[in-house]
T-cell receptor
Framework: GAVVSQHPSWVICKSGTSVKIECRSL??????MFWYRQFPKQSLMLMATSNEGSKATYEQGVEKDKFLINHASLTLSTLTVTSAHPEDSSFYIC???????????FGPGTRLTVL | AQSVTQLGSHVSVSEGALVLLRCNYS??????LFWYVQYPNQGLQLLLK??????LVKGINGFEAEFKKSETSFHLTKPSAHMSDAAEYFCAVLKAAGNKLTFGGGTRVLVKP
C-alpha cells in the first residue's frame, strides 16, 4: 500500500515552454501533498504544500507564478513549471501525506532538463 | 524551530559489517522521526518511523533505529551490510501532528565488497 506515482519520470523541454508534472496517490486519499526540488548530491528542498480544494502554500523564495500548483482531487496534484529556463532543470519529487498515519509517501521523482 | 543533523555525509562500510548512520534532531515538542532511503534517480522510500511507544523501531530491509530522547538522537543501524544497501539515507523530523518534514542533509552509503 501507500504508493505515489509521478508522471512523467523525465522530460526535456525547450527554454520558454511550460511543463506539467503529475503526482498521484494510488491507494489512499491525500488532502495534502508536497512538492520538493532536489539538486545533485543535496537534500530535498520543500517548494510548496499542496492542499486539496484550496491554494497552495509556498515556501519563502519560491515563485508561485512560476511554479503553479493545482490539487483538484484527493488523489492528484500537479506542478506546472511555466516559462522554463535552464536553471529550472532539477529533480522534482512529490509526496502525499497519509493523514491516518501522519506519514509522507514519496513519488519516484521527475527529472526536468530545460535546454 | 526544528532541525535535523546527520553526522557524516558519506559512510563507507564493508559488506557484512555494521551500518551506523547518525541522526540528531532539535525540536521543542516530541517529534515524529523518519528514515528514508533514496536510490539513484528515484524517489524516497520509507525505511521506518517513530511516533510513540517502543523506542526501538524495526523497519524494512533489516534496518532499525532507536529513539533516545535524552540524546535527541535517532540513529539508524543494520547489523550486516549488503551491496544493495548502497544508497542515500535521509533522516527527517515531523513535529507531532504537524505538516512539514524537516530533512537532514543526507548520508551516502558506499558498500565495499
Amino acid at each position: 500500500g501507500a504508493v505515489v506515482s509521478q508522471h512523467p519520470s523525465w522530460v526535456i523541454c525547450k527554454s520558454g515552454t511550460s511543463v506539467k508534472i503529475e503526482c498521484r496517490s494510488l491507494d489512499f486519499q491525500a488532502t495534502t501533498m508536497f512538492w520538493y526540488r532536489q539538486f545533485p548530491k543535496q537534500s530535498l528542498m520543500l517548494m510548496a504544500t499542496s492542499n486539496e480544494g484550496s491554494k497552495a502554500t509556498y515556501e519563502q523564495g519560491v515563485e508561485k507564478d512560476k511554479f503553479l500548483i493545482n490539487h483538484a482531487s484527493l488523489t492528484l496534484s500537479t506542478l506546472t513549471v511555466t516559462s522554463a529556463h535552464p536553471e529550472d532543470s532539477s529533480f522534482y519529487i512529490c509526496s502525499a501525506r497519509d493523514t491516518i498515519t501522519d506519514t509522507q509517501y514519496f513519488g519516484p521523482g521527475t527529472r526536468l532538463t530545460v535546454l | 524551530a526544528q532541525s535535523v543533523t546527520q553526522l557524516g555525509s558519506h559512510v563507507s562500510v564493508s559488506e557484512g559489517a555494521l551500518v551506523l548512520l547518525r541522526c540528531n534532531y532539535s525540536s521543542s515538542v516530541p517529534p515524529y522521526l523518519f528514515w528514508y532511503v533514496q536510490y539513484p534517480n528515484q524517489g524516497l522510500q520509507l525505511l521506518l518511523k517513530y511516533t510513540t511507544g517502543a523506542t526501538l523501531v524495526k523497519g524494512i530491509n533489516g534496518f532499525e533505529a532507536e529513539f533516545k530522547k535524552s540524546e535527541t538522537s535517532f540513529h539508524l543501524t543494520k547489523p550486516s551490510a549488503h551491496m544493495s544497501d548502497a544508497a542515500e539515507y535521509f533522516c527527517a523530523v515531523l513535529k507531532a501532528a504537524g505538516n512539514k518534514l524537516t530533512f537532514g542533509g543526507g548520508t551516502r552509503v558506499l558498500v565495499k565488497p
